[in-house]
């Protein structure tokens, strides 16, 4: 069947036509799933060498049973600890003799989640790391992970994800309680934006360590990763007088309260301590060198290749959920609170 000139190229939903089946069986198909039949497997293949649906790649897809590559889905950022991330997806997934296909999404719309899904798809990927929150789900989205074995890394997921996780509250938790062992009456947050769920974790373990410790829970203000929102609120907290410590939630957000808080006339740790999260590579290069909750993202990439070529081999497997602890890293940016 030859395509008409100027008409779109045949899609997934075209193979499923043509060969009577579902999209997910041609998606399952197309991935070398072992669950398929043969005789299934067989009209797809025919339908996709009619259509000419990427038939280069399909076809020795289907032939080999293999396409030996994992896809990774992240929000275009260039924030650091979602490259850092992925470049631990890619470290574990070339170890394991994998290579890396990524999608990115420009937001975090279900429409452009699904579109990241569907490209890594038409690739033929043997599985898929969902490296960005599902803050609503999709039909759609729930169909394309369960056709291809997905592992999520942002403690979001839809009923056939795995899920492997930094325990976000605890990290926040590690962090509060920190402060408060140097004597601080209590700890000021400055959150990441409230869509993310690793931002509104952080928020609620902070404000859990501080009710279980009785202490009072200031108002919280909001970031969005970046150090510019970071040094807007520290401008706020640098002309609070009662502020003696700040837990936020993200390093890069907390160069910007620092810088900030020094604009100000405040010194850090001397009059306001302040604690991040991620332990980026700068943190101990800030001025000064930034106490922070360490993520792994080594770890955390690895664990989950490691989980997704294990649901690859083993398709029916249930969902395994793993939560990776965080490590607290002191450094020179918080000290106890002045007379205590």
């Not at 001397?270 to 999260?277: F, Q």
């Not at 000064?288 to 770890?299: E, I, K, S």
């Amino acid at each position: 069947m030859k395509q008409r000139e100027g008409a779109r190229p045949p899609g997934m939903a075209d193979v499923a036509r043509v060969a009577g089946v579902s999209a997910q069986t041609v998606s399952r198909a197309l991935a070398g799933h072992p669950n398929v039949q043969d005789a299934t497997r067989a009209k797809v293949l025919a339908a996709v060498e009619q259509l000419g649906y990427r038939k280069n790649t399909a076809a020795g897809t289907l032939s080999s049973g293999r396409s030996r590559t994992i896809g990774v889905v992240t929000l275009q950022t260039g924030f650091f600890a979602r490259t850092a991330l992925t470049v631990g997806v890619e470290r574990a997934a070339r170890d394991a003799g994998y290579a890396v296909s990524t999608a990115t999404t420009a937001s975090l719309d279900p429409a452009s989640v699904e579109d990241a899904l569907l490209r890594l798809a038409d690739q033929q990927v043997e599985g898929v790391v969902l490296a960005v929150p599902l803050i609503r789900v999709s039909r759609r989205i729930e169909q394309l992970t369960a056709a291809v074995p997905t592992v999520a890394v942002d403690g979001s997921r839809t009923p056939a994800t795995d899920i492997v996780a930094v325990d976000q509250s605890g990290a926040a938790r590690l962090a509060v309680n920190h402060l408060l062992d140097l004597g601080h009456a209590t700890v000021w947050h400055v959150a990441g934006p409230g869509e993310w769920l690793d931002a509104a974790s952080r928020s609620r373990g902070w404000r859990a360590a501080l009710d279980a410790a009785g202490a009072s829970v200031p108002p919280e203000l909001a970031g969005d990763w970046s150090p510019d929102s970071g040094y807007r609120a520290g401008l706020i907290l640098g002309r609070i007088p009662e502020v003696t410590a700040v837990f936020v939630a993200s390093d890069e957000m907390a160069f910007g309260v620092i810088r900030a808080l020094r604009e100000l006339g405040r010194r850090v740790p001397e009059d306001i301590s302040v604690v991040g999260v991620d332990d980026i590579a700068l943190a101990a290069y800030c001025s000064p060198p930034l106490t922070t909750v360490a993520q792994p993202f080594d770890r955390m990439g690895a664990l989950a290749v490691a989980h997704l070529l294990r649901h690859v081999a083993e398709p029916a497997a249930p969902p395994a959920p793993v939560s990776v602890e965080p490590a607290l890293v002191v450094r020179s940016s918080t000290a106890p609170v002045r007379g205590s």
